[in-house]
């Protein structure tokens, strides 16, 4: 035994062990996002429960189940439930009823003592709304332009529903959407025109007939609007709930229409990967519980892209500096020090320092030399996209600098004395020799960042995340890309509907599906950054050896 001890063994077989372990963890904590996150699309079966209480009173509920668990019978002894003798649980089920203009709350526990008939019909749907969330229940009656028609017409309706959205999307958002931003800019170039006293009568002539052009093509573009609806409200689809009561639903709300307990496998998997297509490219809805998360994807992955693009120079150029220009001084040390210490600083008090300097003083300061017009609403002096960037740079700069320093360490002190002794300058011996050979460990230090960037959510909330962007930081209007636009993040929208959304049980499945997302997009951007550090080491490789 002793000599196994020394042999060194036990510790490969610890190391193993802790490998194992660290990596069975990892695969199962992705099992269970993965697991719960994609079963929040598939197809639920829907059922009708025939109840009766225990003051013999009949009820019908109609709906999904989310959910059962095991209720001690102890804890059930206020409701006098008529019980075997030996029994000590009793199953609750999580029922999704919806309905939420018949009913208060989206969820309701029911016993399943109080179940006297479970059936599936065939008939039944499910119609998924743009507000008050699902409704269940069966099809009255389809209403077409005023006229009652066949309920075998419903996927034409639907199809002429998705149609008129497209076109009242578009109108609002791009073309009613760029007037505005067009009178507003109009708005604001009289006002600096005035601030300067430049503002002449034919400026102001010019302005005006630009307005009155813009405000001509404005009530165009909503009479076209107010038809579309007008065309849209006139369809319309009657539902028998499941007290029996008929509610009219407009087809303008109605985003699609299922009958889960006609489809067979190949149907649910179709309709399960468009659940997943309207989750990566639709916008949120109903406080963020519905809908998809388009605009917190997009946010995400603005935000980590110019992140990088600010961090990486700037942390190769310091680890440049330290490694190869500074002295051997305490003032070196010092720096040192320094930059260790910033990676152990809580990222929330970045988020104060980016707050304080970057916004209020930075922005503000912007704000009163270039866009006095704007005051006192904020343009750059208040949260946004790239004061976001900018804090999480300075968050993720001690990462780049030590990877880099530690890949400029590495590389032979011979390699710089030969390129110097065959005339190079050292700007060239560092441009063309040490940079390519040490651009592996850059990578490895701008991928660690990308992974501590992409997961903060601390920080963003005071320098730009919001829960509800209504404009992307990108669009057609000049100059495109809008950098004092606050933004939606994946991170801060799993925080959201997880701890914040007034129905914590409908968005317990969305936050895990987020929760998935997030991870995928890290690991495409790790994965992104690691083949480009990969393929940057089998090109310098000969040059290094």
């Given at each position: 035994?002793?000599?196994?001890?020394?042999?060194?063994?036990?510790?490969?077989?610890?190391?193993?062990?802790?490998?194992?372990?660290?990596?069975?963890?990892?695969?199962?904590?992705?099992?269970?996002?993965?697991?719960?996150?994609?079963?929040?699309?598939?197809?639920?079966?829907?059922?009708?429960?025939?109840?009766?209480?225990?003051?013999?009173?009949?009820?019908?509920?109609?709906?999904?189940i989310y959910d059962r668990e095991q209720?001690?019978?102890?804890?059930?002894?206020?409701?006098?439930?008529?019980?075997?003798?030996?029994?000590?649980?009793?199953?609750?089920?999580?029922?999704?009823?919806?309905?939420?203009?018949?009913?208060?709350?989206?969820?309701?526990?029911?016993?399943?003592?109080?179940?006297?008939?479970?059936?599936?019909?065939?008939?039944?749907?499910?119609?998924e709304r743009r507000t008050n969330g699902n409704f269940y229940?069966?099809?009255?009656?389809?209403?077409?332009?005023?006229?009652?028609?066949?309920?075998?017409?419903?996927?034409?309706?639907?199809?002429?529903?998705?149609?008129?959205?497209?076109?009242?999307?578009?109108?609002?958002?791009?073309?009613?959407?760029?007037?505005?931003?067009?009178?507003?800019?109009?708005?604001?170039?009289?006002?600096?025109?005035?601030?300067?006293?430049?503002?002449?009568?034919?400026?102001?002539?010019?302005?005006?007939?630009?307005?009155?052009?813009?405000?001509?093509?404005?009530?165009?573009?909503?009479?076209?609007?107010?038809?579309?609806?007008?065309?849209?409200?006139?369809?319309?689809?009657?539902?028998?709930?499941?007290?029996?009561?008929?509610?009219?639903?407009?087809?303008?709300?109605?985003?699609?229409?299922?009958?889960?307990?006609?489809?067979?496998?190949?149907?649910?998997?179709?309709?399960?990967?468009?659940?997943?297509?309207?989750?990566?490219?639709?916008?949120?809805?109903?406080?963020?519980?519905?809908?998809?998360?388009?605009?917190?994807?997009?946010?995400?992955?603005?935000?980590?892209?110019?992140?990088?693009?600010?961090?990486?120079?700037?942390?190769?150029?310091?680890?440049?500096?330290?490694?190869?220009?500074?002295?051997?001084?305490?003032?070196?040390?010092?720096?040192?020090?320094?930059?260790?210490?910033?990676?152990?600083?809580?990222?929330?008090?970045?988020?104060?320092?980016?707050?304080?300097?970057?916004?209020?003083?930075?922005?503000?300061?912007?704000?009163?030399?270039?866009?006095?017009?704007?005051?006192?609403?904020?343009?750059?002096?208040?949260?946004?996209?790239?004061?976001?960037?900018?804090?999480?740079?300075?968050?993720?700069?001690?990462?780049?600098?030590?990877?880099?320093?530690?890949?400029?360490?590495?590389?032979?002190?011979?390699?710089?004395?030969?390129?110097?002794?065959?005339?190079?300058?050292?700007?060239?011996?560092?441009?063309?020799?040490?940079?390519?050979?040490?651009?592996?460990?850059?990578?490895?230090?701008?991928?660690?960042?990308?992974?501590?960037?992409?997961?903060?959510?601390?920080?963003?909330?005071?320098?730009?995340?919001?829960?509800?962007?209504?404009?992307?930081?990108?669009?057609?209007?000049?100059?495109?890309?809008?950098?004092?636009?606050?933004?939606?993040?994946?991170?801060?929208?799993?925080?959201?509907?997880?701890?914040?959304?007034?129905?914590?049980?409908?968005?317990?499945?969305?936050?895990?599906?987020?929760?998935?997302?997030?991870?995928?997009?890290?690991?495409?951007?790790?994965?992104?950054?690691?083949?480009?550090?990969?393929?940057?080491?089998?090109?310098?490789?000969?040059?290094?050896?």
């Amino acid at each position: 035994m002793n000599t196994w001890f020394k042999s060194g063994s036990p510790w490969v077989w610890l190391s193993a062990g802790g490998v194992s372990i660290s990596l069975i963890s990892v695969l199962g904590l992705l099992w269970l996002i993965a697991s719960k996150g994609l079963s929040y699309f598939w197809p639920s079966e829907l059922y009708q429960f025939d109840m009766l209480d225990e003051h013999g009173k009949q009820s019908v509920v109609i709906g999904e189940i989310y959910d059962r668990e095991q209720i001690p019978v102890s804890q059930l002894a206020h409701l006098n439930l008529k019980l075997a003798k030996d029994q000590e649980v009793i199953e609750r089920l999580l029922v999704k009823t919806g309905n939420r203009e018949l009913v208060s709350l989206d969820f309701r526990w029911i016993l399943s003592t109080n179940i006297t008939k479970t059936s599936k019909p065939k008939d039944l749907a499910v119609v998924e709304r743009r507000t008050n969330g699902n409704f269940y229940g069966y099809i009255d009656s389809l209403v077409l332009d005023g006229k009652p028609v066949d309920t075998e017409k419903l996927p034409e309706l639907l199809e002429r529903v998705e149609q008129f959205q497209a076109e009242i999307e578009e109108l609002q958002k791009v073309d009613i959407g760029a007037i505005n931003y067009q009178l507003e800019s109009l708005r604001l170039k009289t006002k600096s025109l005035a601030l300067k006293d430049k503002l002449t009568v034919s400026k102001q002539k010019e302005i005006d007939d630009e307005t009155q052009a813009l405000k001509e093509e404005y009530q165009t573009l909503e009479q076209n609007l107010m038809a579309l609806r007008d065309q849209i409200s006139r369809d319309h689809i009657v539902m028998r709930a499941m007290d029996g009561q008929l509610v009219t639903i407009n087809f303008e709300h109605i985003l699609q229409v299922n009958f889960n307990n006609q489809l067979g496998f190949f149907d649910k998997f179709a309709l399960f990967l468009s659940q997943i297509g309207g989750f990566l490219m639709d916008d949120p809805r109903e406080a963020n519980t519905e809908g998809g998360v388009f605009p917190a994807i997009f946010g995400t992955v603005l935000m980590v892209l110019l992140m990088t693009v600010i961090v990486s120079p700037f942390g190769v150029i310091a680890a440049i500096y330290l490694h190869e220009y500074a002295g051997k001084n305490a003032l070196t040390k010092l720096l040192r020090i320094a930059v260790i210490n910033l990676a152990g600083v809580p990222s929330i008090v970045y988020g104060v320092f980016g707050l304080g300097f970057f916004v209020y003083m930075v922005g503000g300061s912007l704000d009163q030399l270039f866009y006095p017009e704007a005051l006192p609403s904020p343009t750059f002096g208040t949260p946004g996209v790239l004061w976001s960037a900018i804090t999480l740079a300075i968050l993720t700069l001690p990462v780049v600098i030590v990877s880099t320093e530690e890949g400029l360490s590495r590389i032979p002190s011979a390699m710089r004395h030969g390129s110097l002794a065959l005339g190079a300058t050292k700007a060239e011996t560092l441009w063309r020799i040490i940079l390519p050979i040490a651009s592996p460990a850059i990578m490895t230090g701008i991928i660690l960042a990308i992974a501590r960037a992409a997961g903060e959510v601390a920080p963003l909330m005071l320098v730009g995340v919001v829960k509800m962007a209504p404009n992307l930081p990108l669009d057609g209007n000049f100059p495109f890309l809008h950098l004092d636009r606050k933004f939606m993040h994946l991170g801060f929208h799993i925080y959201d509907v997880g701890f914040q959304s007034p129905n914590v049980e409908a968005a317990r499945p969305l936050v895990y599906a987020t929760a998935l997302l997030l991870v995928t997009i890290i690991v495409a951007l790790n994965m992104t950054a690691v083949s480009i550090r990969n393929k940057l080491r089998e090109r310098y490789k000969m040059l290094e050896h």
